[in-house]
């Protein structure tokens, strides 16, 4: 019985983003040292169009999107492929993929 409760409060915690399924995975590395991912913001989004920046389980349109980002949002780069970059964000933390063109290095 201990053993389920300790899962169950694992996975209500959300307290990481390994929970998320993603088709193409990548690591978080960051420690006290040395930042392993940059900070950006998202900027440039089109408040008159669909106003959101897409997250994806991969680097591409062909994958599935997980959830939207918006002006003004921070995100820690990590990984990227092409013009897609695998970021983190959010509490609890979250990941996914997004396109490059609406971030702007350089934030906390």
């Given amino acids: 019985m201990k053993i389920r409760s300790l899962i169950l409060v694992l996975a209500l915690s959300g307290g990481t983003a390994a929970a998320q399924q993603m088709d193409v995975d990548f690591q ?26 897409a997250v ?6 062909n994958y599935r999107k997980i959830d939207e980002l918006h002006n003004g949002d921070t995100v820690r780069t990590c990984a990227q492929k092409g013009s897609w970059f695998g970021v983190y964000y959010g509490q609890p933390r979250r990941k996914g993929w997004v396109h ?3 971030l702007v290095a350089g934030a906390g």
């Fill in 28 to 53: 978080i590395l960051e420690d006290a040292q040395a930042a392993g991912c940059a900070g950006s913001i998202v900027s440039g989004l089109n408040p008159n169009g669909d106003g959101f920046l």
């Fill in 100 to 102: 490059g063109k609406w």
């Fill in 56 to 61: 994806r389980t991969g680097p591409g349109t």
